[in-house]
């Protein structure tokens, strides 16, 4: 680079006798200095931010973790989220969690994991339903369940996703087991040793594609993080009305505690509650397809609004998808794609009548947790 530099000063100082300019403005002289320069440097720093010393970025967190890990495809997880439920396994080591109504005003977890090693037990493992596989497309992610709905299964049978379904007898064999103490259907678990063995049964890719671009744009600064110029959100309230989730902020570790079913939202395998960096909210439009069970579908594509969430503030958003292949956007109200806090991130799925059901408090003291009149 000084080589660069060093050579560029020489070429300048030649134009400058050649052509006569010895009496160009002090003014002039130093915006022909500084101007390529500046690019350069910049160019070269968001280069190098990319990998170093073996590390790469986290395409799910924006985290530095092993190079290796970070080119590796995440895996999507469809977990049960009703009290029978209950306690559920392996969440807290996931960089993004999804969470959309089911039927019946039910909700399913989704959480992905860019490293899912030294899991003895994740789940329970529930069915798919279309519109989470679509979310699960738009991180190239393989895709865990047990079993569908009936309208996923053109989507699952066309080789769109790669798809570790438990309703595959060779794959179920291999991948998943049961926990006789819990009652069918909430007593199916996958493991890390039967997650990469259903990957090698079916042969599926373990890499990401080399032009694989990631989903979010986070903040590259290790040292500084984002802090909107929004409203106080001391806890946000999204509004599912049977497991009633809300969020608590803890302005000494900057994240955001879930709570459910009136109390905190554990992971058993390590006996912690489950926290957030970032929370997305995202509004959809859907329609009820199925009168019989209440299946929903639920619209991935389009553009919507919602809120984003980090650091204890909240701003306005909208989101936009082209197709069932792309990642969702989102954007602040002046047009800019929004930057992410490096960390976690939980998505919720909100359908479009239920933004009035949202609760967003700027102060802890002011809000009342659910009863059960409110559940």
Not at 35 to 61: M, Q
Not at 230 to 239: D, R
Not at 265 to 293: P, R, S, V, W
Request: charged share 25%; proline share 3%.
């Amino acid at each position: 680079m000084k080589k660069f530099f060093t050579m560029l000063s020489m070429a300048l100082l030649t134009v400058t006798l050649l052509t006569g300019c010895a009496g160009c403005s002090k003014n002039e002289d130093e915006e022909v200095k500084n101007t390529e320069p500046e690019e350069i440097i910049a160019t070269d720093t968001e280069d190098t931010e990319e990998s170093k010393d073996g590390l790469a970025r986290s395409y799910l967190s924006g985290e530095w973790i092993d190079e290796e890990l970070a080119a590796q495809k995440p895996v999507a997880i469809m977990i049960g989220n009703t009290n029978d439920a209950l306690p559920q396994y392996g969440l807290s080591q996931a960089d993004v969690m999804y969470e959309a109504p089911a039927e019946g005003g039910i909700t399913r977890l989704m959480p992905i994991f860019q490293d899912y090693s030294n899991l003895e037990r994740i789940g329970s493992v529930r069915s798919c339903r279309h519109y989470y596989a679509y979310y699960a497309m738009e991180f190239d992610a393989m895709y865990i369940h047990y079993g569908q709905a009936s309208y996923a299964t053109d989507l699952l049978n066309s080789g769109k996703i790669e798809d570790i379904n438990g309703l595959n007898g060779a794959v179920d064999a291999a991948s998943f087991f049961r926990d006789k103490e819990r009652k069918a259907p909430h007593n199916a678990f996958v493991s890390t040793e039967g997650i990469d063995a259903g990957i090698d049964l079916l042969e599926y890719e373990r890499k990401l594609p080399d032009d694989y671009k990631g989903h979010y744009i986070f903040n590259k600064d290790d040292e500084k993080e984002i802090e909107l110029q929004g409203e106080t959100a001391a806890v946000v309230q999204p509004g599912y009305y049977i497991n009633n989730p809300w969020f608590v902020y803890n302005d000494e570790d900057g994240l955001y505690y879930r709570f459910q079913f009136k109390r905190e939202h554990m992971d058993e395998n390590t006996g912690t509650q489950l926290t957030f960096k970032n929370i997305i909210l995202q509004y959809c439009d859907y329609t009820k397809i199925d009168a019989q069970y209440g299946y929903l579908d639920v619209e991935s594509t389009g553009e919507g609004t919602g809120k984003y969430i980090t650091n204890g503030k909240v701003i306005d958003v909208t989101w936009s998808k082209a197709d069932e292949n792309s990642p969702t956007r989102y954007f602040d109200m002046e047009g800019n794609e929004i930057v992410l806090n490096q960390g976690k991130t939980m998505v919720c799925i909100l359908l479009n009548d239920m933004e009035s059901r949202l609760n967003i408090f700027a102060n802890e003291d002011d809000f009342t947790p659910p009863t059960p009149s409110q559940q």
